[in-house]
């Protein structure tokens, strides 16, 4: 924005940050700025004659505007001057499909959609993939909610192929989790003829790549070159698995991609979990398709509180393919509950007693209740855990059979020696459900939250005969340990956690069990990692089966209620009942972090009660 200052009364522009836009004006219009920085929600003054004004403020309150004084001397700089154009051409467009009575109607012939795909499309496509094709085509950018196992990146290549074949694109670039690129490779591979050619961003530039593949960890420091590489030619911006920018401008991975959005000519989006906090989560993902309106949609549908009807609003604005649709067997899910044994017992009160003290002068620290409700998750589980090791790997070593606890010592002394004296329950109770399966030919994937229990409960299971593969962050083959569990039959165990392997691996070909010996509060996660067993490909007669261990009286109680009550909106914005049956998780016959505020008030409640 270089133009001189006696020539436009108001410069609009983007801020470096590209999540927001800069106002300038010349001396003379400075109580006009004032004025009108003061009609934005997040408008803020940087100077006598700037301001900042959040960019999706800017875009659904762009009728503000209209007030300044000398309208046809403001110059707007190129690019925001087409976002805000093609924001409110999709705004009119998605308007006239929330107004439509049937979200189907238009759709695509198998014969139309054939011709739309072009001569190099090589790949066959369900009938429900078509479906979601033909309705993203409706809309410039879109949404696809469906499933995890539903064929959403092959869904997402036939879109790129119509725009493609239609001169509209001739560049993609995908933003994914590492663990997705395997996919993405095999799928631009598979779908066109000949295959499209592709690089990876972390692996160096190539100037001839059709398709760029990155991860969310590398966009902040990568922005400025996947920026010029948008611009150079005409692009679709596609980000898989999309909740991890969930947090918007506001969250490190939503800003780089609220930056980026812009300048793609198409953006879409793929996730099976659209919502797993709330209706936050949805406002700042449709936000990132639509700027200055798709939040504006989603807080006006969910406001009323009933969700049947926010379902029904906002159901044009995405395409969803459910697990019912995709003819799986049903899942068999319940919960076995367990008692914690005296020592374990005492010190879980204990600390729950210690973190009470302090609950009143931390409860608006998000940060610390976090990790409190963090430490009650590792106390519920094995206390051990909260004694740090001599590495963060560093597995817990249990005596068998262990020694009585003494009567005399004190409850720190007694914490440092617990592997001598009791065996977690949860532990006890994995090792047991591991036996029966293996006894039947079962393979298992244990799912737990915390490293130093996943190892422990790896060497555990080791010396009851049972070797484990083991995936984690610091796992330095994880291919390898996946390709064990896999391929080998004397490997019936895998240990991982769900902030690894929650995504884009397949798993559902050899394993049929999963057991959760924890869970934190991120809903997302704990679907994300039920899908890696319960996906598209399983044969009619294969039961599933899901087994959730919780300690009574602890903070797992917690986590199980905030779980179904976010279950419980997502099944109903989504209008998808399979979501809902996962929330009402019954309970066996007898015999850490992201919180958002109603977590932490159930965090507190628990607090106040112990």
């Not at 004006?25 to 004032?34: A, H, K």
């Not at 002068?361 to 209740?369: E, G, I, P, R």
């Not at 390898?480 to 798993?507: H, K, Q, W």
Request: one cysteine or more; a negative charge; glycine letters at 8%.
């Amino acid at each position: 924005m270089s133009v001189p200052a006696e020539e436009f009364s108001l410069q609009l522009g983007f801020d470096v940050s590209r999540t927001k836009a800069e106002l300038r004006v010349p001396e003379q219009y400075r109580s006009d700025l004032v004025q009108l920085t003061a009609r934005f929600r997040t408008g803020r003054q940087l100077g006598p004659t700037s301001a900042l004004v959040d960019l999706e403020d800017l875009l659904s309150g762009i009728n503000v505007l209209a007030s300044w004084p000398a309208p046809e001397e403001v110059q707007w700089d190129s690019d925001l001057s087409a976002l805000v154009v093609s924001s409110l051409q999709d705004a009119e467009t998605a308007e006239k499909q929330l107004s439509s009575a049937d979200t189907d109607t238009g759709l695509l012939t198998r014969e139309e959609l054939d011709i739309r795909l072009g001569s190099d499309w090589s790949a066959p496509l369900t009938e429900f993939q078509r479906r979601d094709i033909s309705k993203l085509l409706a809309l410039r950018h879109g949404a696809n909610f469906s499933v995890p196992g539903a064929g959403k990146t092959r869904a997402a290549l036939g879109l790129y192929a119509v725009v493609r074949t239609e001169g509209a694109a001739k560049r993609l670039l995908v933003i994914s989790p590492k663990s997705a690129y395997e996919s993405w490779i095999y799928e631009t591979g598979t779908c066109f003829s000949p295959g499209l050619r592709y690089c990876k961003l972390d692996s160096g530039e190539d100037p001839h790549a059709e398709v760029l593949i990155a991860n969310y960890e590398r966009l902040d420091r990568n922005l400025a070159y996947l920026a010029a590489w948008l611009r150079e030619e005409p692009s679709v911006l596609i980000l898989d698995e999309a909740h991890r920018m969930k947090l918007g401008a506001k969250g490190t991975y939503g800003a780089a991609c609220m930056a980026l959005g812009p300048l793609a000519k198409r953006r879409l989006i793929l996730t099976g979990t659209p919502a797993p906090n709330g209706a936050k989560d949805l406002e700042n993902l449709l936000g990132f398709v639509w700027p200055g309106h798709g939040q504006r949609v989603v807080t006006q549908a969910v406001a009323g509180g009933d969700l049947a009807h926010a379902s029904a609003v906002l159901r044009p604005l995405f395409t969803r393919t459910t697990k019912q649709e995709l003819g799986l067997p049903p899942v068999t899910a319940h919960i076995e509950r367990v008692d914690l044994p005296p020592l374990h017992d005492e010190i879980y009160r204990a600390l729950v007693g210690d973190l009470s003290a302090r609950a009143e002068a931390s409860s608006d620290d998000f940060a610390a209740l976090g990790k409190s409700a963090l430490r009650m998750l590792m106390a519920a589980t094995n206390p051990a855990l909260l004694l740090e090791g001599s590495t963060k790997h560093e597995p817990v070593e249990y005596r068998l059979p262990p020694l009585d606890v003494p009567e005399n010592g004190s409850l720190y002394q007694l914490l440092q020696d617990l592997p001598d004296y009791e065996l977690p329950p949860k532990y006890r109770a994995a090792v047991g459900l591991v036996a029966e399966n293996v006894a039947r030919g079962r393979k298992t994937l244990i799912w737990t939250t915390f490293v130093r229990s996943l190892t422990s409960l790896a060497k555990l299971l080791e010396g009851e005969g049972y070797p484990a593969a083991v995936v984690y962050g610091g796992t330095p083959n994880r291919e390898e340990e996946i390709r064990r569990f896999r391929e080998d039959p004397d490997c019936m165990v895998l240990v991982s956690n769900p902030a690894t392997l929650g995504e884009g691996i397949s798993l559902h070909q050899v394993c049929h069990d999963a057991v959760y010996v924890d869970r934190d509060f991120m809903a997302g996660r704990y679907l994300q990692s039920l899908d890696r067993i319960h996906r598209l490909g399983l044969a009619d007669d294969v039961e599933t089966r899901i087994t959730v261990l919780a300690a009574r009286d602890t903070i797992d109680e917690v986590v199980e209620t905030r779980l179904r009550d976010k279950l419980e909106f997502m099944s109903k914005v989504l209008d998808d009942p399979e979501v809902q049956q996962l929330a009402d998780l019954q309970d066996a016959p007898a015999g850490v972090g992201g919180l958002d505020i109603a977590d932490v008030r159930a965090v507190l409640k628990h607090i106040g009660k112990a």
